[in-house]
């Protein structure tokens, strides 16, 4: 169980819960009737997350 805990670093929880969110915004939101279209608003949005979660989250 410590090994699992060790795996879990705050990074990895950020990037988890920003993918997810980015995940649930794409799909709702996004019909642009191209994959390459979707899949780069996709990534701008998870880029996008991601940079206010670690802005607001306290660095260790």
């Known amino acids: ?4 805990r060790s795996l879990i ?3 990895l929880a950020v990037d ?12 709702q939101l996004y019909r642009f009737h191209s ?3 979707e899949a780069l ?3 701008a ?7 206010i979660a ?3 989250l306290p660095r260790h």
């Open 9 to 11: 670093t705050p990074s």
């Open 41 to 43: 608003a996709f990534l």
């Open 54 to 56: 670690t802005f607001f």
């Open 16 to 27: 988890t819960a920003t993918l997810g969110s980015a995940l649930v915004i794409a799909e």
């Open 45 to 51: 949005t998870w880029y996008s997350l991601r940079k």
């Open 1 to 4: 169980m410590t090994k699992v």
């Open 35 to 37: 994959f390459t279209l």
